[in-house]
């Protein structure tokens, strides 16, 4: 696999098929903390575990934990009491919790990290009296968790009518902060229509968007300006995986699709296609990418050039509850399971 750093004009500069793969690509700390969380638990305590909602939201790695021995759930009161529970990487409110402690489960907390620091955010400024307008998806699961943390003070910024809608209480003392999963982009047109309403908009401390969503932008936009049709492997409510279909279709992308599986390719997709881009979403396993690539050789694209515009080390330890646990019955708290 040949690796370039600059795809500009890569489409003139070859008169051959290849396929231009965006790094990084696929899962993010977050991601796989949460998913080892259930690995271990179920190495631990043993099946069934009781997850409320998709770990994470990939089709292929909740299927792959329920033949292990988790079971999905929406809420906790579907859990026995006294069982295992893991809230999931996108977090939880805090009526959820004591929900749980209410039912006697035991509780694991996978949320991610970045997305805990949301949380945070929320309580601070909610405490400190702030309205808080929060940019994100009207019922995904993570803007829920959040904006639970302060009901009161949060307002959901969505699409532009929400804008029209809301209305503060003081706007000297106003702040938004965001889902980790949006566009970076759209995000920032979002605000500058929020400024116009609301020119003493403060930011946020730092930025929402998370280091792993804004790197997949990044190379989705190099590998889009460069190909003709971009396939990203993701499932359908993966917030972060949409967002890299739209991103490379802005960046010049003649197509671009999400796929689940490399089953899913269609053949009137290649009509006069000479350059794919490949990408996949925080919550995609490497082995689903691994796939595309063995159809896309068979389709005459078998030269693969890696797009490579950062390089990522970030790494979560296991939630407290569960080390605790691990630590206490002698077990590895190595992060890194053998899949
Ligand atoms: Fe955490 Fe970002 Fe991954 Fe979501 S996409 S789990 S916020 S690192």
Same mark, same amino acid.
């Given at each position: ?5 600059d ?17 990084p ?32 939201h990939?089709?292929?790695?909740v ?21 295992v ?15 749980a402690?209410?039912r ?13 620091k ?8 909610a ?11 009207e ?23 929400s ?33 116009k ?11 929402d ?5 804004q ?13 003709d049709? =971009? $396939? @990203? ?5 993966s917030?972060n995986?949409v +967002?890299? &279909?739209?991103? *490379?279709l !802005? ?18 997709w ?17 082995e689903?990418?691994?796939? =595309? $690539? @063995? ?9 693969? +050039?890696? &797009?490579?515009? *950062?390089? !990522? ?15 206490a019955?002698?077990?590895d708290?190595?992060n890194k399971?053998?899949r």
């Amino acid at each position: 696999m040949t690796e370039i750093k600059d795809t500009a004009d890569q489409r003139l500069q070859s008169s051959s098929k290849m396929v231009l793969l965006a790094a990084p690509r696929g899962y993010c700390a977050g991601v796989d903390r949460a998913v080892i969380a259930v690995e271990k638990a179920l190495d631990h305590y043993g099946a069934p575990v009781y997850v409320r909602k998709q770990i994470v939201h990939n089709k292929h790695v909740v299927s792959s934990l329920e033949k292990r021995g988790a079971i999905f759930i929406n809420e906790v009161d579907e859990a026995p009491e006294g069982s295992v529970l893991v809230f999931s990487a996108h977090g939880v409110s805090p009526a959820v919790v004591a929900a749980a402690e209410a039912r006697g489960l035991n509780t694991i907390d996978a949320t991610c990290p970045l997305v805990t620091k949301v949380h945070r955010e929320v309580q601070r400024f909610a405490a400190e009296d702030y309205d808080i307008l929060l940019v994100g998806h009207e019922g995904h699961e993570e803007i829920e968790g959040t904006a639970g943390e302060a009901p009161h003070a949060v307002q959901i910024i969505d699409k532009d009518e929400s804008i029209e809608r809301s209305t503060v209480r003081d706007p000297k003392k106003l702040i938004w902060l965001s889902q980790t999963t949006l566009s970076v982009d759209e995000t920032m047109e979002t605000v500058v229509k929020l400024r116009k309403k609301y020119p003493d908009l403060q930011n946020p401390p730092s930025d929402d968007i998370c280091y792993a969503t804004q790197n997949r932008q990044v190379a989705i936009k190099k590998v889009g300006a460069g190909s003709d049709l =971009v $396939l @990203v492997v993701g499932s359908a409510n993966s917030s972060n995986t949409v +967002r890299l &279909v739209e991103v *490379a279709l !802005e960046a010049g992308a003649k197509s671009s699709y999400r796929i689940d599986y490399a089953s899913e390719i269609l053949d009137e997709w290649f009509d006069g296609v000479q350059t794919v881009g490949v990408s996949s979403g925080a919550s995609v396993p490497e082995e689903l990418v691994d796939e =595309v $690539l @063995v159809d896309l050789a068979r389709r005459g694209y078998g030269d693969v +050039r890696t &797009v490579q515009t *950062a390089e !990522e080390d970030v790494q979560f330890s296991l939630p407290a509850e569960l080390r605790k646990e691990l630590k206490a019955a002698g077990t590895d708290l190595n992060n890194k399971v053998k899949r």
